[in-house]
């Protein structure tokens, strides 16, 4: 299994290295195309879902990463893959881009401080049960979680990682609960995460983790028919995605990204909430709202199709 991920991991470090070879005509600032990726290239190509040359790009910059022996920022490159991979479901992708990581830290161990390193590894165990669940595999998924929550409980104050990864964690057990229909401990697990996030100091962090937990309240309150709890938690998601989604640095691009996400399917809840309250108007707002971002979920459109349908029905 370990030499099928070298293999992997070496393939397309190789194949970035035609990518950079093509970059690389005059005066080639490596760090400028590096900062051109993320707040120019990338965002045009997700507009365009165009998921190979997002990819082909992070190859590049994760090739000029380990040219430049940056090992953290490599790691934060393949943490890009993998948020691609996911986000635009290339399952097969995303699997070797977890392998990939795996075999990065096994080889750059000695390059990172011991509980930098082990939270890495945490983290990206974390990912794997993320793609047991992404899959259908809940059971499995859960099995992780549970595993990964008292595995990172231990070690939850030796740094902020671990307690991100920790409130990540009792979020997908939240998320599995309430797939479940056990929707108690879906909230206990919710404001459990949300406890820990408070007690981020990385301010971006600790916004886009309490909007997604809130998000995930919203739409738990939703199917209990809560609907003033669920719109109260809809409203703090919305307003704390709105001041990640317009961060300008290059290094929020990820952030940036995933706040979009949570932003977009946000609003896909609030239409829901308020097709129930009987505000149609609304509800196509909201839709209209999500479309905007360009960030096309499976169910948008279908949603559309389901709000037009039942404004019609109670005329």
Request: overall charge negative; hydrophobic content about 40%.
């Amino acid at each position: 299994m370990k030499k099928k991920a070298l293999q992997i991991f070496y393939f397309w470090v190789l194949a970035s290295i035609i990518v950079v070879s093509f970059l690389q005509f005059g005066d080639f600032d490596e760090d400028a195309y590096i900062d051109s990726v993320f707040t120019k290239v990338i965002p045009k190509l997700d507009q365009d879902r165009n998921f190979e040359a997002i990819n082909q790009h992070l190859d590049a910059c994760l090739r000029i990463s380990v040219d430049q022996k940056n090992w953290l920022e490599a790691y934060y490159m393949l943490g890009y893959k993998v948020r691609y991979a996911q986000n635009y479901q290339r399952f097969a992708e995303y699997c070797q881009d977890i392998a990939a990581i795996d075999t990065f830290l096994l080889i750059h161990k000695s390059d990172f401080e011991l509980d930098s390193w082990q939270s890495y590894k945490l983290e990206n165990k974390l990912e794997k049960a993320d793609y047991y669940y992404s899959t259908g595999n809940w059971a499995f998924a859960k099995e992780m979680y549970l595993q990964l929550e008292i595995e990172i409980s231990k070690n939850a104050l030796q740094n902020e990682r671990n307690a991100i990864n920790l409130a990540m964690t009792n979020l997908y057990l939240g998320v599995l609960a309430r797939s479940e229909g056990d929707y108690e401990a879906a909230e206990g697990c919710f404001l459990k995460g949300l406890e820990i996030q408070q007690s981020f100091k990385d301010e971006k962090e600790k916004k886009r983790s309490t909007a997604l937990s809130n998000k995930h309240l919203g739409d738990l309150f939703l199917r209990k028919g809560a609907l003033d709890k669920s719109l109260k938690h809809f409203n703090i998601a919305i307003t704390l995605y709105k001041q990640l989604i317009t961060l300008p640095n290059k290094e929020d691009q990820n952030i940036k990204q995933r706040s979009l996400n949570g932003y977009t399917t946000t609003l896909i809840g609030i239409s829901k909430l308020n097709q129930q309250m009987g505000d149609f108007k609304s509800a196509l707002q909201s839709l209209q709202q999500a479309e905007q971002t360009g960030v096309l979920t499976e169910d948008l459109y279908q949603r559309f199709g389901e709000v037009y349908l039942a404004q019609k029905d109670t005329n």
